[in-house]
């Protein structure tokens, strides 16, 4: 038996899920005793990819051609269903980021396999991957199995954890898959990322702000917390419909599902549409002027005062600490 | 332009959603169910379309008889056509997809319209699936789409910000908030829908690949610590994070 760890970069650097992806794929390698190949796809990444060997890698397979540096679904579907037939591997995992949960449907046409998205949890029983995966937001946990004979994981970000590189590197080879013109029929020519803060969906801490703030202008407060703490910025819907923050920042059922290590909800009443979103972090904090606020109910500390009176001094007391 | 909408049948946000005595679906009672959120944008997107471009909006679902609400309340909207593929049975996404794809491939379309995920078993794989199946290029979490000239234009949203992808027509797209706001049915709109018929088409193989082993419910968390009810108990709340939970 052979697996397949999908490993993404942009533009020439690894997402973290790349390491979440091959660590965890590497772990159930081990308990099927499966051998594991690691694919990395894009322009100019034969060099990085031994780096993979740190998380668990020893063989990685790349795929390294310059019309690759930026996304482009078909011919992405193309290579991965490719080295995937050549390597002879029946599992792949992907990350369930926007590239993993764009491509493993399209991969899965070409394979014949059935996909359980956005794992958060893998276990092996009888011989068998068997994947737990929220659904309803979060309000239930299911708990699948593949029946094709083919089967494609994809594994939510921020869940799986990677830990630090052993150091190790790994044996890189490169193949060519054959691409022209007609595999690149939709195909991303840019890209805009705003490297000031991480994306909610990415980011280890989440500072996140409803309508108890009062005004856009506080949103300067939570900013602020977030950039001393290196973390995300994130906002209830009813401030994003109030044009107060953008939509990529909204998080709940119709917003972004996160999974931070720490999560802290300012002026956020914790209605069950936001907290489908968020009730998985790991460690939630809750500022809010009503004690009887939803919120409460998920929180693990919680202050009842004013958010954006309690933002500054929390601000600076992580100041403080930091600085030790 | 031929555009069609795939539109789903959900919960209601609000439900509470209670385990099935089977321990592998979950109990429909007292629950209400609605246009899937994304797919109500993916509608108005469409709508958008044909007052630009002329043509019609045909909107199809797969699924129950229940279904066909949704599918009314598309048609108040403004959409000229529902189809309904009628089927109870409990389904994966590919073979959802498979119906989907074996009746779209007889349309025709020139744009093909999805949300980018149903609110229930927050899958996010038709529209990949439907468009392989199609062998048709496709753009996912579509934020902003200009089209001119058979060439698509979109930005999709990715980790911290936005990709442009260009595409040919046909296309399938699946469409994230923000894009547009969905318009509310006028009155004249649902008086029409009233009347007009929903075609309905029978679904027939249904081969599974993913099966559903056990629901649970997520473990609970014991109730919280309230560290204080004045803004100066930021302190403790920080000392906390930083030894008991070591967080920070
Ligand atoms: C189909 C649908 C989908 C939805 N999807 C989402 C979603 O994805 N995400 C989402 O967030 N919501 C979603 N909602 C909306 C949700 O129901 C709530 O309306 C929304 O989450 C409320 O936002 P809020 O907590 O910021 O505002 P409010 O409910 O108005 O709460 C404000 C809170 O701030 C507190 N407060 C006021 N002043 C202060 C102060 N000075 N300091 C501290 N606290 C203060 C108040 O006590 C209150 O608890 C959805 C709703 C529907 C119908
Ligand atoms: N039963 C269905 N009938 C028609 N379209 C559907 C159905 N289920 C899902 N879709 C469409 O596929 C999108 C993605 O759904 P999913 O892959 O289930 O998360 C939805 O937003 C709908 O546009």
Redo the contacts between chains.
Sequence with gaps: MKILAFAEQ?EGKF?KTAFEVTKAAREIAEKLNAELVTLVVGSGIEQMSAELGGFGATRVVVVDDPRLM??S??AY?KIVAEVAKKENVSVIFFPA???G??????V???LD??????CVSLKVENGEI?AA????????????????DFKIFTLRPNVFTAGSSNGSRANVEKVSVELDKADF???????????S???V??AS?IVSGGRGMKAPENFKLIEGLADV?GAGVGASRAVVDSNWR???E?VG???K?VAP??YIACGISGA??HL?GM??S?????INKD?DAPI???????????AI??LP??T???KD??SK | MKIVVCVNHV?D?????K?GADGKG?DKSGITYILN??DEIAVEQGLRLKEKFGGEVIAISLGGESNKETLRKTLAMGADKAILLKDESDR???SV?KALSDNLKEINSDIILFGKQS???????????V???LN??????V?KLEIENNQVVC??????????????LP?VLSVQ??LCEPRYPSLKGIMAAKTKLIEEKPVISNS???????????AS?G?????????????E??R???EE?K??
């Design positions: 942009r997402k930026y996304y679904t078909t579907t980021s926007q590239l949960k764009d491509l493993a449907p399209r899965s046409v070409k396999a059935g996909v359980a998205a956005d068997v995966r929220p659904i309803f937001a979060g309000k239930v946990i299911s708990e699948v199995k593949i029946l094709s029929a939709a195909k991303a020519v840019e890209t805009k990322v705003a490297v803060r991480p994306d969906t990415e801490i703490l953008p939509h990529d909204q059922q119709t917003g599902t290590n720490l069950i549409q489908a009730s998985s790991k460690c939630i904090v809750a004690k409460f109910q998920v929180a693990d500390y919680g202050i009842v005062a004013d009176e309690t001094l929390l600076q007391e992580i600490l930091l | 919960p946000t609000e439900a509470r959603i385990i979950i959120p994304y994966d996404s590919f997809a609110i229930d078993f927050d899958n996010s794989q038709l529209p990949g699936l468009a392989e199946m048709l290029p496709s753009v996912s979490v934020v930005e999709r949203e990715i980790e911290g910000g936005h990709e442009k992808v260009e595409s040919r296309v908030k923000g599974k690949k993913v099966e559903i082993v056990s629901l649970r419910l997520p968390k109730t919280g610590k309230i560290v204080g009810t004045e803004p100066t108990a930021a302190k709340l920080v906390l994070l930083h939970a967080i920070i």
